[in-house]
């Protein structure tokens, strides 16, 4: 008897080590591959942006074969659930609109009435990316969410991410996530923990609505478009981020969510206050996934394909009917009488200007930075250029994701969130700017 509990002790210590020896593994793996720029043919990306990049060139027309077979199942099995089920048949029959104008834009010559040129290269480049990143992103997201890096990271940070943000520590690998990639992969591991149980609704809808923001890519590009410079940027920003996020964190809609989580499990947000690397690690093989690594990699590209079947027709459609609105000068003179009083209050320059830019944002960012008038004063485009970075609750992009999740946001929680957002940007980038001038208004 002595030698069978022997041999079943070491049993177990060999079982227990070999899934140390996972965690670290994967857990650096997930790392490497999604936040650590690495040099190739003279571009500094992550992996995640290397092997998009490769498909993107090598294989740019079965991407678009791709996004027709997408589009055109989500179209027909939307049809064929609406008859079942008696539902808004019209609503569905719309969605067969987006097939037109990704045909159009794949194979014609943009030919569908009311396209703006722009907005049809904007269509273009967001479909093949999402298409891209997305998936690929899925498969790998495994390496992050099953193998303990969370439970490690949740033990060290969560003391200070709960004091300061009301999130627990282990979604600091979502934001993450967010930093290095795009809001849609950092959105999708967002919905995977809300489902999994693993963070409460009101985590998941600040996340989502307050730290889908801080994009490494945007502050690039963004800067290089304003013509600001990208260190004087990238520093504001981090200033405001952290500022922001505390305060909206502790408002309305944020703190009227329920701390609950979708689904009940085993698996409990936990505070090491010593020896949390054993802590966490204890944790992790208490815890810890019985899937199989190839067959996880497999299911998150599944439902990443299932997310882009309803993704990209709604995508595609808010970016059509979203240029034609925008243009509407009712709407153009109602944010005026909205943000005028603010902005004459803080006597922000280009006042219509911003204001503008205010609306164009909302629907999509990168069609509102290309419509700035770079010849408005410095201090206002430097302005612009940090309500562009950290413009989180966009339309075309946020919005459409999220309504397709469990994170119960609706639309006035949503516009709500926007409104705040540009307020308090205003006004603390003001009391910055003023204080930085050497008086005080």
Request: charged letters at 15%; aromatic letters at 12%; glycine letters at 2%.
């Amino acid at each position: 008897m002595e030698g069978v509990n022997k041999n079943c002790d070491d049993g177990k210590v060999l079982v227990e080590f070999a899934s140390v020896l996972k965690l670290i593994i994967y857990s650096i793996i997930g790392i490497v591959v999604f936040f650590i720029p690495i040099k190739i043919n003279g571009h500094y990306w992550t992996i995640i942006y290397h092997i998009s990049y490769k498909l993107q060139t090598q294989a740019n027309n079965f991407l678009e074969l791709c996004v027709i077979v997408y589009v055109s199942l989500s179209c027909i099995k939307s049809i064929f659930i609406s008859k079942k089920n008696g539902t808004n048949e019209i609503l569905n029959y719309i969605r067969l609109f987006s097939l037109i104008i990704i045909l159009s834009i794949f194979y014609g010559e943009n030919e569908i009435i009311l396209l703006d040129d722009n907005v049809s290269l904007l269509i273009y480049e967001l479909v093949i990316n999402i298409s891209t990143v997305f998936p690929i992103s899925a498969i790998f997201i495994t390496f992050l969410l099953d193998y303990g890096l969370l439970d490690v990271v949740e033990s060290y940070c969560h003391t200070f991410m709960k004091k300061n943000f009301n999130l627990s520590g282990k979604t600091i690998i979502n934001i993450l996530l967010y930093i290095s990639t795009d809001c849609f992969c950092g959105m999708f591991m967002t919905s995977k923990l809300y489902n999994e149980g693993k963070i409460r609704l009101n985590e998941a809808c600040n996340i989502v609505l307050n730290f889908s923001i801080l994009s490494i890519p945007m502050i690039l590009y963004v800067s290089k478009e304003l013509n600001i410079k990208c260190r004087d940027l990238a520093i504001i920003v981090v200033f405001l981020v952290l500022i922001l996020n505390i305060l909206m964190s502790r408002l309305y809609p944020i703190k009227k969510k329920k701390k609950s989580y979708f689904t009940k499990t085993s698996y409990k947000e936990t505070i090491h206050k010593s020896d949390k690397l054993e802590k966490a690690i204890k944790k992790y093989l208490k815890n810890k996934s019985k899937t199989n690594i190839f067959k996880s990699m497999l299911n998150n590209f599944e439902e990443s394909i299932s997310v882009l079947m309803k993704l990209i027709p709604n995508l595609v459609l808010v970016l059509y009917l979203g240029q034609i609105i925008i243009n509407s000068n009712l709407i153009s003179e109602t944010v005026q009488v909205i943000f005028s009083p603010i902005l004459e209050l803080l006597k922000i320059p280009n006042k219509s200007d911003l204001s503008i830019f205010i609306i164009n944002t909302f629907y999509n960012n990168i069609i509102a930075i290309d419509n700035v008038n770079l010849h408005v004063q410095y201090s206002t485009r430097l302005l612009i250029a940090i309500i562009a970075v950290l413009n989180c609750t966009c339309i075309s992009s946020n919005y459409i994701y999220i309504n397709n999740t469990n994170i119960k946001l609706n639309k006035k929680e949503f516009l709500v969130s926007y409104i705040q957002r540009i307020v308090l940007i205003i006004f603390i980038y003001s009391l910055m700017y003023y204080f930085y001038r050497g008086y005080i208004m």
